[in-house]
């Protein structure tokens, strides 16, 4: 659908449904709408409610907005505050911002723009992200909408707490520098810089970190460590450039100039 259709029908819909509608100052103000956009072929693409709406030239400003984009990867966004470029379609959510993926997944924010030409949301703000027994923190971050694919930019910590058929054993915490890169399509996370990974006794120290899960368990298939790898557990230590951790085999395997530190009394 095209940008001048979209907001045709954007205009049209709000005066049909609003309450109440008046001018002041060249601002049309709506109270009470509910919007229904759809694709070329017919299909639903989206719908928006809100509680009133402000016309001023370009701009749309929108409160308390309940949006829903429909598709390949269907999401809700509901913010307290939303302001609409009518020329570009982009949107501007600010103020307890909370996008909800079709599987449930949530991020969480203060601020987020939506930009449509290039099918992002994006925020500076700290993060929130939420996912069955995962809760994830950031600052500023990167999204595809369905949440499916997304980038924490900073300051980034990740908690994953074990299924207890996953067969281990205390909470597992991991912090970088970031970015944090996760890919739920995929089954993929990347940590960079500054890894630390800690679970109970064990400590895990390294340049970059590389998560791959099992499509259909969720569980952790393989991690990948990659430069100055720093293994502790309990009194023992180990330094590698490299080390994998193959989860179905409940092994570690350490390359470029191992070392091991073991201590016996």
Known sequence: ????????????????????????????????????????????????????????GDNVSITNVDANSYGKENMNVVAEVGR???????MRLEDNVVVTSETGMQLLTDSLDWQ?????????????????????????ATARPG??????????????????????????????DGPMEVDYENQTAFFSDNVVAIQNDRKIVADRMELFFDG?????????????????????????DRAIYKAQEQKIVLSGRPKLLMHIE
Do not use: H
């Not at 005066?15 to 109440?20: E, Q």
């Not at 949440?147 to 067969?167: I, M, S, T």
């Not at 569980?219 to 590698?240: A, Y």
């Open 216 to 240: 259909e368990t969720k569980k952790i298939k393989e991690m990948i460590c990659i430069g100055n790898v720093l293994i502790v557990q309990g009194e023992n230590t180990s330094f590698s």
């Open 116 to 140: 449509k030409d290039k099918d992002l949301v994006t925020t500076q703000d700290d993060v929130l992200i939420l996912r069955d027994n995962m809760k994830a923190t950031g600052k500023g």
């Open 1 to 56: 659908m095209k940008k001048n259709t979209f907001f045709s029908i954007f205009i049209f819909v709000g005066v049909l449904f609003c309450a109440s509608c008046f001018a002041q100052e060249g601002a049309q103000e709506f109270e009470g709408f509910d919007l229904v956009g759809y694709g070329e072929g017919g299909e639903k693409a989206w719908d928006l409610k809100g509680d009133t709406a402000i016309i001023e």
């Open 84 to 90: 609409v470029d009518k020329k570009s379609g982009n």
């Open 147 to 176: 949440l499916n694919a997304a980038q924490l930019n900073k300051d980034v910590k990740v908690e994953y707490e074990p299924a207890p058929e996953d067969g281990m054993e205390g909470t597992v915490t991991i912090t970088c």
